[in-house]
C-alpha cells in the first residue's frame, strides 16, 4: 500500500487513477500469488479442500500466511515498480498493434 501511496504523491502523468488503484494492485495480487507465495497458496488450497466446512477453523494457519506473504509484496515498493513497468509494456504493446496480451497469446498457440 505504500508503494501505491507514492505513486499517487508522484502523479506519474503516464497511469490514470483506475491504473494506479486497480489495474496495477490486480496485477500485483496475480503474479504475488503465482510467484512469489505459490507455497502458500498451495498450502492453503490443500488445507481447504481436506476440510470442507471446518476449513474455517481449520485452515487459520495456513490463511494467515497466505496473507502475510501476500501483504509482504503487496507492500514492497519494487515490485510495485516491477509490476508497473510489465503494465506499462503491456499497455504500450496494445496501444501498438490493437490486441490484448491474451489475444496475442491466443494467436501466438493457433500459429
Same mark, same amino acid.
Given at each position: 500500500?505504500?508503494?501505491?501511496?507514492?505513486?499517487?504523491?508522484?502523479?506519474?502523468?503516464? $497511469? *490514470?487513477?483506475?491504473?494506479?488503484?486497480?489495474?496495477?494492485? /490486480?496485477?500485483?495480487?496475480?503474479?504475488? #500469488?503465482? =510467484?512469489?507465495? @505459490?507455497?502458500?497458496?498451495?498450502?492453503?488450497?490443500?488445507?481447504?479442500?481436506?476440510?470442507?466446512?471446518?476449513?474455517?477453523?481449520?485452515?487459520?494457519?495456513?490463511?494467515?500466511? $497466505? *496473507?502475510?506473504?501476500?501483504?509482504?509484496?503487496?507492500?514492497? /515498493?519494487?515490485?510495485?515498480?516491477?509490476? #508497473?513497468? =510489465?503494465?506499462? @509494456?503491456?499497455?504500450?504493446?496494445?496501444?501498438?498493434?490493437?490486441?490484448?496480451?491474451?489475444?496475442?497469446?491466443?494467436?501466438?498457440?493457433?500459429?
Amino acid at each position: 500500500m505504500a508503494a501505491i501511496q507514492e505513486a499517487k504523491e508522484n502523479k506519474d502523468s503516464r $497511469l *490514470r487513477h483506475v491504473e494506479i488503484d486497480v489495474l496495477i494492485p /490486480k496485477r500485483m495480487r496475480e503474479k504475488a #500469488k503465482a =510467484e512469489k507465495c @505459490a507455497d502458500e497458496v498451495k498450502a492453503f488450497s490443500e488445507c481447504c479442500a481436506s476440510s470442507s466446512f471446518a476449513m474455517v477453523v481449520k485452515c487459520r494457519e495456513q490463511n494467515a500466511a $497466505l *496473507r502475510a506473504c501476500l501483504t509482504k509484496w503487496y507492500k514492497d /515498493k519494487d515490485f510495485f515498480n516491477q509490476c #508497473k513497468e =510489465e503494465y506499462l @509494456a503491456d499497455r504500450d504493446e496494445f496501444n501498438r498493434t490493437g490486441k490484448s496480451k491474451k489475444q496475442r497469446k491466443l494467436e501466438g498457440t493457433l500459429a
